[in-house]
């Protein structure tokens, strides 16, 4: 493969209604080129890769049996979205995925009309596609097409709660609407395959009161070779989590499972399903991640997220670091204890690889818990542990924290049980946008009674971070630590237990002080050699914890400087504001402090490199210097800086 495939028919379309007067044949080879497509920008983009080659087909057979985008088309988390893109008049720009002022990585709603419903995280397809087919049903908005709603949602999100409570609604309700469960986790033997080849045929050509008399009879209709795998694919699906019965309980008609790379079953039963379905569907199709590129395909996560890489080999493109990574230094501090202590277990919400605590499972596979997409469940799981006398680490990406929230306020906070929460991707994030980036964790976890809460400045002060989680044990506490690389600092053998609300003085300074909570200590220490170029030497502190404040330190460095400015990757309502509500409350602004907290703006930012996202934020080096200067009152290029 090259980076420009040769695609002459996906050359043709520029949107889906080019895709509907193709036959079965025509259609498959769509979704070959497509594949090829998709495989050559991603390789120049990095991204997603895995999902998205396993729905190749069924995007192409979507697109094609339906009226998109009146038909409203919702892919859950839709990381698997880069072929719908490619069909739906972005092909030119696909090679500007995930970068600044290029497509996202995700559906959005105001990049295109086919993209209905902007999602990210997990498990929401499912309620969108619902509300969908209600306001339809109540006559909204014109604008907004009375077609038909359609979810497509993968065996892990539908692992997760609100999948399910969904479901329960629409089975209740009654609604047409379709939602199609792309399996890719389960193994298909040959008769699996050839009992739902022949049950697709039996769809596309029975009315749907005949369905299950025809499934029935089915067994006993293939060829004899046949007929014991069939019964035992039959028996599979009768006790899996995901069988069709369950689904038929919930108020769902359930059809499947289907080969979805097979175009012609995909095209029959979804021409059926369009044709004839009056309430709730629920197709069940099985695709293979990473299908029809083997670097993928043979991957431990087939595929899922990668590096710009060399198509041919598909080895990635990664830029050499003499830093370790912050995740890895998490996962080798907590490996150290682990092995000390018993009582350390680890937890994570089907993110195992991303949180570093594959290497912990590796080790410790008794004390590692993958709960899948249920942060929810995961945060509670961890409050039982706790109350039963284990030390959980709550490993958790900010982002997919917040939908554990109401969890760790009730089952944890309250009943001031000692979690560790270890979050990762705090702050902005880079490429993934505005619905990864770790914005808000220091504002809803420093407002709860009882909690502790530390960011990590550099990766040594991490690894004290784990040893001070390990050793407290007097309700909750949690540490942040960004994405990516750490900045190269010497690191020491084990971590030290740090003194719980204390920070560090860093460099000792004169008429400005700088408090940095986390790790944009890097972009002060060089924002102050700028300064002292200009006979400004601030005083630079680490305030490690934003709960409880180090009180002293702070109305100290208030006493004894002109301005003190915060520094946070966080929103408004964090860090900066707890300083602020402090200095109020000892009067330290009836002496004249000049205060400013840096914060993130009260925006969503979208994609770009780490470092352009934190300049639209205006919190980098020459940021900093510029707010020390306007707070003195200094000229700059002969105006206020």
């Known amino acids: 493969m090259t ?62 049996m339906f009226d998109t985008p009146r038909d409203r088309l919702i892919w859950d988390v839709s990381h698997q979205c880069y072929p719908h893109k490619i069909l739906t008049g972005r092909r030119d720009r696909i090679r500007t995925l995930r970068q ?89 033997a040959p008769p699996v395959g050839a009992l739902s080849s022949y049950l697709s045929r039996l769809y596309a050509g029975a009315p749907f009161q005949e369905l299950k008399a025809a499934a029935k009879g089915a067994v006993s209709l293939l060829p004899e070779p046949f007929q014991e795998g069939a019964r035992r694919a039959k028996d599979m699906l009768k006790h899996m989590t995901v069988g069709g019965t369950m689904f038929e309980e919930l108020g769902f008609s359930y059809l499947g499972p289907i080969d979805g790379h097979d175009m012609e079953q995909l095209t029959g039963v979804l021409r059926t399903v369009r044709d004839r379905a009056t309430g709730p569907m629920l197709i069940h199709v099985i695709t293979k991640k990473g299908k029809g590129y083997h670097p993928a395909e043979t991957a431990p996560d087939k595929g899922h997220a990668t590096a710009k890489f060399d198509v041919i080999s598909g080895k990635q493109k990664k830029a050499p670091s003499n830093a370790p990574s912050y995740t890895r230094v998490f996962a080798d501090a907590l490996l150290q204890h682990a092995a000390d202590d018993d009582k350390v277990v680890a937890v994570t919400a089907a993110m195992p690889d991303g949180t570093g605590l594959n290497l912990f499972a590796e080790r410790y596979p008794s004390r590692c818990f993958d709960v899948g997409i249920a942060e929810q469940h995961g945060v509670t799981f961890c409050a039982g542990l706790a109350a039963g006398g284990m030390k959980p680490f709550c490993a958790m990406y900010s982002t997919f924290l917040q939908r554990g929230y109401d969890q760790v306020v009730h089952d944890v906070a309250i009943q001031r049980l000692p979690v560790r929460f270890a979050i990762d991707r705090a702050g902005l994030v880079g490429a993934d946008g505005a619905t990864h980036a770790g914005s808000f964790d220091i504002a809803f976890l420093a407002n709860l009674p009882g909690f502790v809460v530390m960011a990590a400045a550099d990766e040594a002060e991490l690894k004290h971070m784990v040893a001070t989680a390990v050793a407290h044990d007097d309700g909750p506490i949690a540490f942040r630590f960004p994405r990516g690389e750490g900045t190269g600092v010497d690191m020491p053998d084990r971590g030290e ?145």
């Open 3 to 64: 980076s420009q495939p040769d695609t002459p028919l996906l050359d043709t379309i520029r949107d889906p209604n080019d895709l509907r007067g193709l036959n079965d044949a025509q259609l498959q080879q769509v979704a070959d080129e497509l594949r090829a497509e998709t495989i050559a920008a991603v390789s120049e983009t990095g991204g997603h890769l895995g999902a998205g080659l396993g729905v190749v087909e069924l995007t192409v057979a979507l697109h094609a």
């Open 100 to 188: 600044k002022d290029g497509l996202s990585g995700f559906t959005k709603r105001t990049e295109s009309p086919y993209d209905p419903f902007g999602a990210a995280h997990s498990s929401t397809s499912i309620s969108a596609a619902l509300g969908f087919a209600v306001a339809r049903d109540l006559g909204g908005a014109p604008e907004h097409g009375l077609g038909d709603a359609i979810a497509v949602i993968g065996d892990g999100a539908m692992s997760a709660g609100m999948a399910f409570e969904a479901l329960n609604n629409a089975g209740h309700l009654k609604k047409r609407m379709i939602v199609v469960l792309n399996d890719n986790e389960m193994s298909i």
């Open 497 to 641: 237990v740090l003194q719980i609300g204390k920070g560090r003085i860093i460099a000792e300074g004169s008429r400005v002080a700088i408090l940095s909570f986390g790790t944009r200590l890097s972009e002060v220490q060089t924002a102050a050699e700028g300064l002292q170029a200009k006979g400004i030497t601030p005083t630079i502190a680490d305030a490690r914890f934003a709960k409880p404040l180090d009180r002293d330190l702070i109305l100290d460095l208030a006493a004894n400087h002109e301005a003190l400015i915060t520094i946070e990757e966080g929103a408004v309502g964090g860090f900066g504001s707890h300083v602020a509500q402090l200095l109020a409350d000892a009067g330290v602004f009836d002496g004249g402090l000049k205060y400013r907290s840096m914060v993130l703006p009260d925006t969503f930012i979208d994609q770009a490199s780490p470092t352009q996202m934190y300049e639209t934020a205006a919190m980098n080096a020459a940021d900093i210097e510029a707010k020390v200067l306007e707070v003195l009152g200094v000229e700059t290029l002969g105006r206020r800086a």
